[in-house]
């Protein structure tokens, strides 16, 4: 449901409180005085048929007694009367409630919201500590400390964290805008809090305590939106599988693999801390700094100890020191004794005055290699820090400062304390430790990846993969009614997606491994015999690889030694025969692992990393989800230790990346295309030079999904929509309509090049220029929430886009539409509107809606003859208002529109529907 009827949470006008005591020790007490001693202005309604008058307010007996449906209802009664409690507050009107009560079953919460959802009643928790607007001055909550106004977001699942941070932050001086408090999350999750957020005004920035993550796509859809407006920062327990374990317990649900976590949350542009401090510290720094584009950070300290500690952090986040220039170099000079450190930490020494130190701050921050600044001071009698943060302070308020941002860490206690207030007062952030400090700078370098992520253009090929013969080859094995393909199967399939795979053949006996080794010893010094079976999955374990065999005998033998070690094990009925295939030495080669599984929560993901028999015990893997582009699959690679030898070393020449790189896009577009492969393991992936080979292959799938349409329906990030293109034929050209990729973003630039600047004006509402940042954003769309559709020419020029942006009530789209000046007036904007309205038919949207300028003649025209509503510019708006009504739609394929096809003839000449 998104978030439909949440939009009340920005300013309720009335609040109930069901369960409100005159019990001091009663939760529903607890939550009025707070509603009470908050200051709200809006209406306060006691709920408790025990009492007349609660806090010196009427208490009405039930829900229907109430004068008018409360915005906002908490409920604090016993679990057994919540559902009846729901139901009348859904027939009273009611939009939001919120359920504190905890201790609810599966059943129970089934129940809940069965009785909600034929009202649209939305439901948050059960089991929260409540909500708290500090701009409403409403605290719906029982926490001890209440909250100060301010520009932070806290979504949190624990209500036990919500109370510990508020009370952190009191002591801060921090404020929030919202506070959410999720729990049991049966109704409004986390998706749904940051779509809220996001779209709230007060909101700069949105910190979260995550436990789990129930809808993994809408989550991860929400965050890579919001984070293109702001912040995105949390803290996920269950990094060891105690902590996982302890927060299944908690919140009834699975986190799933850390690691997994971990590529969830960067996948959706989110920014991990490790500790409640950091979460909120990080918080403070983005309200006080901007995204840089890159972080080379500069250390200007009066104690050397306290340099060495920063850098050892700084370079422990994986953070870079700025190389000073020979004019900052010689800068510093003249300012500071010869025994100063000559480079990065700048060291002033002790015995420095604050003027020295503000000084050295000024010319370190006009250095180009400078990104950011931290200006560490130890307590000193040369430099007290109340004169030393004043100096600071003075410095950074200089007219030519340049922008950049500046942190500051006065060491010490309560000779430091005077100095904090100044540099807070300020605004200047400042830290008690130094790796405080790095922690901070390490969400802002961070943040500016994650900002620059979202809009980098990936170039990435073409596969060239053979999907359908590698679903006959899988159905052939599924009708065998096994899961597990045998080595040359799952080599096969490999080869079709284009992943390079050692030659095998099989030998059903011994006699046929003799045949087979004696003809491949003819070409090649040595030969692998490895068992064949469609059961056994890893051969090594009860002795099934024999490498380097150089003879017909010791093959035979092999094979015969195979046979005997696996009737000892019980397992002679599970071996098929044997693989036999050349021995493959690649002379100062790399073993690699490259596998694709499925986990349970959050779907097909892509891991990558050192290989060979001792992968989990060598541990060096990192993961990532699918789709995957050429810059993903890149981070991917890096993200390991191995990728360090991959790059070459000493007399090793680097090896080929970009091979690499294809294995994961093919194993990506495998996850894409076969929904029911459960696991594929390329273990070792051999690399050497250019030469980039599967040695062994393992893949597992589920007979019971075969024909589960693609793209599969778990992954968490949607893949493009190759099912909607299509070519079309109209006034005699040929157009392909397609949905937009990121790779246009240079074609888009072109195409508006070519538009006249009165459609641009017409088009962007005044803007006669787009950026390169905006450019990047229309292209690289999330498929989720949004769609845009392209035409192309025989020259693939983009000659044509149509938009459309649905609306987080999943309800209605904005569209837009814009047409090459040269390409108008031949039915090309009508052939991209049916196709726009066959997409929000299969959405099961209910409209389209847009604003236009009025002098936009063409498109007003445009809509009449569509038969959209058209509403003229009032007082509220100088726009245009335009509607079209899809409820009446039986048929939203793309046969339907028959209005739009008269009015703009295309012929279809191919479709690629899935």
Same mark, same amino acid.
Request: hydrophobic share 45%.
């Given at each position: 449901m998104s978030v439909k009827n949440l939009a009340v949470l920005s300013c309720p006008k009335s609040v109930a409180i069901i369960g409100a005591s005159i019990r001091e020790d009663a939760i529903g007490s607890k939550i009025l005085r707070n509603v009470v001693d908050g200051g709200f202005c809006g209406e306060i309604w006691p709920v408790n048929p025990k009492y007349a008058h609660v806090l010196g307010r009427t208490c009405f007996r039930d829900v229907n007694a109430l004068p008018s449906p409360p915005d906002v209802a908490i409920i604090a009664t016993p679990a057994p009367t919540v559902v009846s409690i729901i139901r009348e507050l859904g027939c009273k009107g009611t939009k939001v409630a919120i359920i504190v009560t905890g201790n609810f079953d599966n059943e129970l919460k089934k129940a809940v919201l069965a009785a909600a959802r034929p009202y649209g009643l939305r439901i948050v928790g059960p089991n929260v500590v409540g909500l708290i607007l500090p701009d409403a001055n409403l605290n719906l909550s029982f926490v001890l400390t209440g909250a100060e106004r301010g520009k932070i977001g806290l979504i949190s699942q624990s209500g036990a964290v919500v109370s510990s941070l508020l009370d952190w932050a009191c002591d801060h001086s921090m404020g929030f805008s919202k506070i959410i408090s999720l729990g049991d999350m049966i109704d409004v999750d986390a998706g749904d809090a940051i779509d809220f957020l996001a779209a709230d005004h007060q909101t700069a920035a949105i910190v979260m305590y995550l436990e789990s993550i129930p809808d993994p796509r809408k989550f991860v859809s929400a965050a890579r939106a919001a984070c293109r407006t702001k912040p995105l920062i949390a803290i996920a327990p269950g990094r060891h599988g *105690?902590?996982?374990?302890?927060?299944?317990?908690?919140?009834?649900?699975?986190?799933?693999?850390? @690691?997994?976590?971990?590529?969830?949350?960067? @996948?959706?542009?989110?920014?991990? $801390?490790?500790?409640?401090? *950091?979460?909120?510290?990080?918080? *403070?720094?983005?309200?006080?700094? &901007?995204?840089?584009?890159?972080?080379?950070?500069?250390?200007?300290? #009066?104690?050397?100890?306290?340099?060495?500690?920063?850098?050892?952090?700084?370079?422990?986040?994986?953070? @870079?020191?700025?190389?000073?220039?020979?004019?900052?170099?010689?800068?510093?000079?003249?300012?500071?004794?010869?025994? =100063?450190?000559?480079?990065?930490? $700048?060291?002033?020494?002790?015995?420095?005055?604050?003027?020295?130190?503000?000084?050295? $701050?000024?010319?370190?921050?006009?250095?180009? #290699?400078?990104?950011?600044?931290?200006?560490? &001071?130890?307590? $000193?009698?040369?430099?007290?820090?109340?004169?030393?943060?004043?100096?600071?302070?003075?410095a950074a308020q200089e007219k030519d400062w340049p922008g950049k941002p500046l942190l500051a860490c006065l060491l010490g206690g309560k000779a430091s304390r005077e100095g904090r207030f100044i540099l807070r007062a300020a605004g200047?952030?400042?830290?008690?430790?130094?790796?405080? %400090?790095?922690?901070?700078?390490?969400?802002?370098? *961070? =943040?500016?990846?994650?900002?620059?992520?979202?809009?980098?253009?990936?170039?990435?090929?073409?596969?060239?993969? #053979? @999907?359908?013969?590698?679903?006959?080859?899988?159905?052939?094995?599924?009708?065998?009614?096994?899961?597990?393909?045998?080595?040359?199967?799952?080599?096969?399939?490999?080869?079709?997606?284009?992943?390079?795979?050692?030659?095998?053949?099989?030998?059903?006996?011994?006699? %046929?491994?003799a045949q087979l080794a004696t003809a491949m010893l003819r070409n090649h010094r040595s030969i692998v015999v490895k068992i064949l079976s469609r059961s056994i999955t890893h051969k090594s374990e009860i002795g099934g690889v024999a490498l380097d065999i150089r003879s017909r005998a010791a093959a035979c033998r092999a094979a015969r030694d195979m046979q005997n070690r696996a009737s000892d094990a019980g397992l002679s009925g599970q071996i098929d025969g044997f693989v036999v295939e050349p021995m493959i030495k690649v002379e100062g080669g790399i073993e690699l692992f490259a596998g694709l599984s499925v986990d349970p929560v959050f779907g097909p993901v892509i891991a990558f990393?050192?290989?060979?028999?001792?992968?989990?015990?060598?541990?060096?893997?990192?993961?990532?989800?699918?789709?995957?582009?050429?810059?993903?699959?890149?981070?991917?690679?890096?993200?390991?230790r191995i990728s360090k030898l991959l790059r070459g070393f000493r007399h090793v020449p680097p090896a080929n990346l970009d091979a690499v790189k294809r294995t994961l896009l093919a194993l990506s577009q495998m996850a894409v295309d076969f929904p029911f492969i459960r696991a594929i393991d390329i273990n070792p992936l051999a690399v050497a030079g250019r030469a980039v080979v599967a040695m062994d292959a393992r893949i597992e799938i589920d007979p019971s999904r075969l024909h589960e349409p693609a793209p599969s329906r778990h992954l968490v990030i949607k893949p493009y929509p190759t099912e909607w293109t299509a070519k079309i034929r109209l006034a005699g050209r040929t157009f392909v309509l397609r949905p937009i990729r990121p790779g246009d973003a240079r074609a888009y630039s072109s195409m508006l090049e070519r538009i006249s600047p009165s459609d641009i004006r017409a088009r962007f509402f005044g803007h006669?220029?787009?950026?390169?940042?905006?450019?990047?954003?229309?292209? &690289?769309?999330?498929?989720?929430?949004?769609?845009?559709?392209?035409?192309?020419?025989?020259?693939?020029?983009?000659?044509?886009?149509?938009?459309?942006?649905?609306d987080n009530a999943q309800e209605a789209a904005d569209f837009g539409l814009?047409?090459?000046?040269?390409?108008?007036?031949?039915?090309?904007?009508?052939?991209?509107?049916?196709?726009?309205?066959?997409?929000?038919?299969?959405?099961?949207?209910?409209?389209?809606?847009?604003?236009?300028?009025?002098?936009?003649?063409?498109?007003?025209s445009f809509c009449r003859k569509a038969g959209f509503t058209m509403t003229a510019p009032s007082s509220d708006t100088a726009l245009w208002q335009v509607e079209l009504s899809l409820s009446n739609r039986s048929d939203p394929g793309p046969k339907s529109h028959a209005r739009y096809e008269k009015m703009y003839p295309a012929e279809l000449i191919e479709r690629n529907d899935a």
């Open positions: *105690e902590a996982a374990k302890a927060a299944a317990t908690h919140t009834g649900a699975l986190t799933g693999n850390s @690691r997994i976590v971990d590529a969830v949350l960067k @996948r959706a542009g989110i920014i991990r $801390v490790k500790s409640l401090t *950091e979460l909120l510290a990080a918080a *403070e720094i983005t309200q006080k700094a &901007h995204p840089p584009q890159s972080l080379r950070v500069a250390l200007v300290t #009066n104690g050397g100890g306290a340099g060495v500690l920063a850098v050892d952090s700084l370079l422990d986040r994986g953070e @870079r020191l700025a190389a000073l220039t020979a004019q900052t170099t010689s800068e510093l000079d003249k300012i500071l004794p010869s025994g =100063w450190s000559k480079s990065n930490p $700048v060291d002033v020494l002790g015995d420095a005055p604050p003027a020295r130190i503000a000084a050295a $701050v000024k010319i370190v921050a006009r250095d180009p #290699n400078v990104d950011a600044i931290l200006a560490l &001071h130890c307590p $000193v009698q040369a430099a007290e820090p109340a004169a030393t943060a004043a100096a600071i302070v003075t200047v952030p400042d830290y008690g430790m130094p790796d405080d %400090a790095i922690a901070a700078l390490h969400v802002l370098g *961070e =943040w500016g990846r994650r900002q620059k992520a979202l809009t980098d253009i990936a170039v990435t090929p073409e596969l060239a993969v #053979n @999907r359908k013969q590698a679903q006959r080859l899988m159905e052939g094995v599924a009708s065998q009614s096994r899961t597990m393909l045998t080595e040359p199967e799952a080599k096969a399939v490999l080869s079709l997606y284009q992943i390079p795979s050692a030659e095998c053949s099989i030998a059903k006996n011994v006699a %046929a491994v990393g050192a290989g060979g028999i001792a992968v989990e015990q060598i541990d060096d893997v990192a993961i990532s989800l699918p789709p995957l582009d050429d810059d993903l699959a890149a981070d991917l690679i890096d993200e390991t006669t220029k787009l950026s390169n940042a905006t450019v990047a954003r229309m292209t &690289h769309i999330d498929y989720e929430r949004e769609m845009a559709f392209v035409a192309t020419d025989i020259d693939e020029q983009i000659v044509g886009v149509a938009r459309l942006v649905i814009l047409v090459r000046s040269d390409c108008q007036r031949n039915g090309l904007g009508g052939a991209l509107l049916k196709r726009l309205l066959d997409f929000a038919g299969v959405q099961g949207l209910k409209g389209l809606c847009g604003s236009v300028m009025p002098d936009n003649f063409k498109m007003l």
